[in-house]
């Protein structure tokens, strides 16, 4: 059965402080690990998608980084606009399910 | 904007009520979702419908009823609800390839 942890459950940086966000997965085949970032009230808004192992994507100040076990979600110089709460989810090959971690709040302080 | 659109919003239901929740993918996607995300827990897949056939039901009580009348509408008929069913409602679209899900702003549902 897939699963997926996230962690820290909840991170509190000062703005300008740099941090990672863990996501720690099984899965028997991995089709592809997708990060998304869901503000309160609203639905999750789509950030990356990784495939495989020692693959990277970046945008803005946000860099995702994939490894047979886990992926990390970097935050460099974080603005306040970037609190949000940060889901991981992974998808195998064999179905059409996502499997979703329970997610990290992130809250930058200015 | 995120292509696909989600009515109503916000829900107020009594128990014995019967309302519907419905979806629309302006993606040109195949697939489409229904999730439910309960406070303190992660995403809870309902259903999933590829090319209007339904691929996946999680295990869900049958006062939830899904209906997929093409691929670019998804609708979740709900009746005689209970107060745990309140939570928020996401309906979501993905192309096979590359595969991420794109999800509506969702429905947030109270049932009393």
């Known amino acids: 059965e897939d699963q997926v942890t996230q962690s820290p459950e909840a991170l509190r940086l000062q703005e300008g402080e740099s941090s990672s966000l863990n996501c720690s997965y099984t899965v028997s085949g991995l089709r592809g690990l997708f990060w998304y970032r869901q503000d309160p009230g609203k639905g999750p808004e789509f950030l990356f998608t990784l495939y495989s192992a020692g693959e990277e994507k970046e945008k803005e100040r946000l860099k995702a980084t994939l490894t047979k076990k886990e992926s990390f979600l970097h935050i460099t110089a974080p603005k306040p606009e970037d609190s949000a709460t940060y889901l991981c989810?992974?998808?195998?090959?064999?179905?059409?399910?996502?499997?979703f971690g329970p997610g990290t709040r992130l809250s930058v302080l200015p | 904007e995120t292509g696909v659109t989600q009515t109503p919003r916000h829900l107020v239901m009594g128990m014995t009520n019967k309302k519907s929740l419905k979806c629309e993918q302006h993606?040109?996607?195949?697939?489409m979702y229904w999730y439910k995300q309960s406070a303190k827990k992660p995403l809870e897949l309902m259903f999933v419908?590829?090319?209007?056939?339904?691929?996946e039901n999680n295990s869900v009580p049958s006062r939830f009823s899904p209906e997929c009348p093409n691929s670019s509408h998804l609708f979740l008929h709900l009746h005689t609800l209970q107060p745990e069913d309140s939570a928020l409602y996401l309906c979501?679209?993905?192309?096979?390839?590359?595969?991420?899900?794109?999800f509506g702003e969702g429905s947030r549902l109270t049932v009393l």
């Open positions: 419908y590829n090319f209007k056939e339904q691929t």
């Open positions: 979501a679209s993905s192309q096979e390839t590359p595969g991420e899900l794109f």
């Open positions: 989810a992974v998808r195998d090959n064999y179905g059409q399910n996502f499997v």
């Open positions: 993606l040109g996607h195949n697939a």
